[in-house]
């Protein structure tokens, strides 16, 4: 495949292969294993996504950071691997565009590894980077097959923040949510602030959110197709626990994970195609504010 000028396919020192962009609008990194975006930084912009400094990007592992995507399933299931298939799955890259100050990635997971994968399910899968002054990545699931088949999956966002004690998400106050931690379902009452391990499911909750931390530049993550969202920060002893992560890495990152999870999984009958986007745009916090007022 022919790419376009300042995208290039590039190995680490592991031998592990990523998509590098270096184009006027903005800066990026992908790997081919997994359909893993590791970098995003808009020009004049800080990164859009937290990657750890103590991730090796070893061939054949997840990675600890970036958007990791979480597919056909969830969290676990049986003895199958945490959080399914495609995140170190190797997909073919398929079409890569620079037009203007977009840059778009097209990734397929082929049918081979779809079928040694998930030996009796008939899916085709494929997802979409636009990254230009934001970042949008769409996942693209459809159904190939004669019966119904279940899904439930999420854009597992790793984004930064300056200090978790002091950042504020709005936009999900009153909102139901399931507590991962103590296993009751519980109501927000005001803006979500950060005060110990946090590990929730919000429901019926398609609208966007707003990340603050105390800095002039907040995060904005919008939704499509879905009306689930994880928020996950492991906190101080979980942090201990983790691999490729720093101890006091906590203080620095929050997931907030576009999501068809728990009662908002999917069943796509045959032909059904389901499209999860999320999209995550940094603005002036101090104009958000006083748009909000």
């Known amino acids: 495949m022919l790419l376009p000028e300042g995208i290039c396919l590039i190995r680490n020192q592991h031998g592990r292969a990523f998509l590098q962009i270096e184009h006027p609008a903005v800066s990026a990194r992908i ?37 990791p995507i979480c597919w056909p399933w969830f969290g676990s299931k049986d ?8 995140r170190t799955s190797l997909w073919e890259l ?5 037009e203007g100050a977009q840059v778009s990635v097209f990734m397929s997971l082929t049918a081979l590894v779809l079928e040694q994968a998930l ?9 979409e980077f636009v990254m230009g002054t934001d970042l949008l990545v769409t996942l693209i699931t459809r159904n190939i097959g004669t019966r119904p088949q279940a899904l439930s ?17 709005k936009g999900l106050e009153n909102c139901s949510y399931f507590d991962q931690l103590t296993g009751r379902q519980q109501r927000q009452h005001g803006p979500l602030r950060f005060t110990m391990e946090t590990d929730r499911i919000y429901f019926n909750h398609p609208g966007k959110v707003s990340l603050l931390d105390g800095t002039e530049a907040a995060l904005i993550l919008r939704r499509e ?12 002893e979980k ?12 203080q620095t990152m929050l997931c907030l994970e576009s999501a068809n999870a728990g009662p908002d999984a999917r069943v796509l009958d045959p032909g059904e195609t389901h499209r999860l986007s999320s999209r995550i745009t940094r603005v002036n916090s101090l104009k958000l504010n006083s748009a909000e007022a």
């Open 153 to 169: 999956q999420a854009l597992h966002s790793y984004l930064p923040v300056s200090n978790i004690d002091e950042t504020v998400i």
């Open 79 to 86: 003895t199958r691997p945490v959080h399914g298939i495609a």
């Open 31 to 67: 790997a081919l294993e997994g359909a893993h975006i590791t970098h995003c930084q808009p020009a004049g912009q800080g990164p859009l996504l937290w990657m750890s400094p103590d991730e090796p990007e070893l061939p054949g592992k997840a990675l600890r950071g970036g958007i």
């Open 94 to 98: 398929t079409a890569v565009t620079s």
């Open 225 to 236: 197709g879905s009306e689930s969202l994880v928020v996950w920060n492991p906190w101080i």
């Open 239 to 250: 942090s201990r626990t983790l691999g490729h992560f720093p101890a006091d890495g906590y």
């Open 119 to 127: 030996p009796g399910e008939k899916w085709q899968l494929d997802v």
